[in-house]
């Protein structure tokens, strides 16, 4: 009996989610969590980076996805695989060795997500025609976002709600920034101490409301106070300092690629093509207040209670500067420990916002958190089982032995190189963002620097609507009106205004960096115009991918196509800030504008089936 034909609305929406989760969990979700658990910062950067490598190296084993196995038994497995790291990690978070544990799950989780990526993009291809799969890239891509706004948002939220019903009283201290506010509190409130309040053990702050003014402050005077409350927080154990730098480490002197080849060779750039910019150099910063809390009595005698604060609602442009963790116990209870905020120095109008401390069983909010993705992806496996189609392209190699698994995995690297216009399709993939790679790594410093040197001075809560808002609505709407395009033409028919839609819109920001205008509205018009064209024309870019893999192995050809993606986003991107400070926002923007010249040579080089993609005229009936 045949089987039914299956909507891709049914799968590809879950399944791209399942893609995204488990990257969103290593990169961004670990890092909030071993934050939340007292991890230095040193420690998360450093072991939460090499976290990244799974994706990176994954080329190297997707032969083996090919070769063994169908890509939907390798979805399906990979799923309950991860999901079982998930449980890993929720079941040694309440542990004493619980940052060795959990890295360690974390690290099956990397490879298990790494090892789906590559079965979930291989499986996209087998289960669509050319034709699908142009309609569905910006559906795809869409619903990635959707499990990065999820990752960062609904599961933060939900382990916030956790801390905060399992703990104490939150603690709520509301800010207010005003230019009618003049004084400047350098300053340390104290706690009328009050030995012991009756009823339950609670946080007690010597304020409700923290009035700030929006004038600046002296940057010597303010970091000379920073000093002392932080030596005073860790005096009484609220905080553990963090690991010093040895003396000198940071003074070896500079490197041999520094004094004979960068600092030359910039200075050079500089003189000949920089922008000639007068920068005034400010003494002054954004003014602070400062709050006092301790605890209401007593605690256990063995018992800790540790106050995590951050914002709960209002204006970004308002920070917490200090105190964002504080351990309270029997022999600090009764001590003042202090939390500094400071506003953004360009914030000159007048903003609230609202912070909330949450001193909740922690282990416990994370590990339920981790549970319901663990529980996610036990249904995301068996739903997948009976929602994925079965195509009869996607099928295991027969009489796999060592030798043939040795053979096939040369093989596969040799057709790769040795496919049609290998050499321009290479090219293409290194170069085709290589103007947008230089750009995203400086969109949000030009947009917060202020304007004499060069940047739109905007503040923190601006950037993050300007950019974290209407920029990611214009990616989004760009990614799916340009798989939609792209279904209906092909992909020939839209590469060349796609690639010029990507690249022309960068004029935005050349047009931004000489106006350095203040209307909001026209800044916003820019970014989601610019955002717009890089999502429509980054469907091009992922249809040529899967154009290029076509073919008997075109899993493990797709994987080392999106290796060279990353190495072509990886190193125009590690010398576009150096670049930047050598000639400026403006002529930096004119040299991204330039670069563009590369991928449009790029594109001229390629030659593709005029059909590919294209909706086909007549219907072909089944068998």
């Not at 695989?81 to 619980?98: D, S, Y």
């Not at 963002?433 to 940047?455: C, M, T, Y």
């Not at 796609?498 to 000489?514: G, P, Q, W």
Request: with cysteine; charged share 15%.
């Amino acid at each position: 009996m045949k089987e039914k034909k299956k909507s891709p609305w049914a799968w590809i929406p879950s399944l791209y989610l399942a893609e995204g989760l488990p990257y969103v969990a290593v990169m961004t979700i670990s890092v909030i969590m071993y934050k939340r658990m007292g991890i230095s910062n040193t420690d998360i950067a450093l072991y939460t980076s090499w976290l990244y490598l799974p994706w990176v190296i994954k080329p190297f084993w997707s032969p083996f996805v090919d070769l063994l196995k169908t890509k939907r038994w390798w979805i399906v497995t990979m799923q309950l695989l991860i999901g079982a790291g998930f449980a890993g990690i929720a079941f040694t978070i309440p542990l004493p060795f619980f940052f060795q544990a959990t890295l360690a799950f974390f690290w099956l989780l990397a490879f298990s997500s790494a090892t789906h990526d590559i079965a979930a993009d291989g499986f996209y291809m087998l289960g669509l025609d050319t034709n699908q799969q142009a309609m569905y890239v910006g559906i795809r891509s869409t619903f990635y976002r959707v499990a990065t706004i999820m990752g960062q948002g609904i599961l933060i939220i939900l382990a916030g709600f956790l801390e905060s019903t399992s703990g104490s009283e939150p603690v709520k201290i509301n800010i207010d920034a005003s230019p009618r506010y003049t004084q400047s509190t350098f300053v340390l409130p104290q706690i009328e101490n009050t030995l012991f309040q009756e009823g339950e053990i609670h946080f007690v702050t010597d304020k409700e409301v923290v009035q700030i003014g929006t004038h600046g402050v002296n940057k010597d005077s303010l970091q000379l106070f920073l000093d002392n409350v932080s030596a005073l927080n860790h005096e009484n154990g609220f905080v553990v300092k963090e690991a010093e730098t040895k003396d000198g480490e940071d003074k070896a002197g500079e490197s041999w690629w520094t004094s004979h080849i960068s600092a030359p060779f910039g200075n050079w750039i500089k003189n000949t093509f920089g922008e000639k910019r007068f920068v005034a150099e400010s003494d002054h910063t954004g003014n602070i207040g400062v709050v006092a809390v301790r605890l209401s009595k007593q605690p256990e005698q063995d018992k800790e209670m540790v106050l995590n604060t951050t914002m709960n609602r209002g204006d970004n442009s308002i920070s917490l500067l200090q105190g964002d963790r504080l351990t309270f116990n029997a022999s600090n209870w009764d001590k003042s420990a202090y939390m500094v905020f400071q506003i953004d120095p360009k914030l000159t109008e007048s903003s609230n916002a609202e912070y909330k401390g949450l001193s909740g069983n922690i282990p416990f909010a994370w590990s339920i958190t981790f549970f319901v993705l663990a529980g996610l992806f036990l249904f995301f496996s068996f739903y997948h089982r009976v929602a994925l189609p079965k195509p009869d392209s996607d099928k295991a190699h027969a009489h796999v032995t060592a030798a043939s698994i040795l053979s096939e995995f040369t093989e596969t690297f040799k057709s790769f190189f040795k496919k049609p216009q290998a050499a321009a399709a290479i090219f293409f993939m290194l170069t085709y963002r290589f103007s947008e790679a230089q750009l995203l790594k400086l969109i949000n410093p030009f947009l917060i620097d202020p304007k004499d040197v060069g940047g739109l001075g905007l503040t923190t809560g601006e950037v993050g609507l300007v950019y974290g808002t209407v920029g990611i609505i214009g990616l989004t709407l760009g990614g799916i009106i340009g798989g939609f395009a792209a279904a209906r033409g092909g992909l020939r028919r839209w590469l060349w205004p796609m690639t010029l839609s990507m690249l022309l819109t960068i004029a935005t920001f050349l047009y931004l960096s000489f106006s350095q205008t203040d209307n909001l509205i026209i800044i916003n018009i820019c970014v989601f115009i610019e955002q717009f064209g890089y999502g429509f024309g980054f469907t091009a870019y992922m249809l040529y991918l899967m154009y290029y893999s076509d073919g008997e192995q075109k899993t493990a050809h797709y994987a080392i196509c999106t290796g060279f993606m990353a190495l072509g986003m990886m190193l125009p991107g590690m010398f576009a800030g150096w670049l930047q400070e050598q000639l400026g926002y403006n002529h930096f923007f004119i040299w991204v504008m330039i670069c563009s010249v590369v991928p449009i040579i790029a594109v001229a080089l390629l030659k593709i089936d005029p059909s590919y993609g294209k909706a086909k005229n007549k219907e072909v009936t089944e068998e």
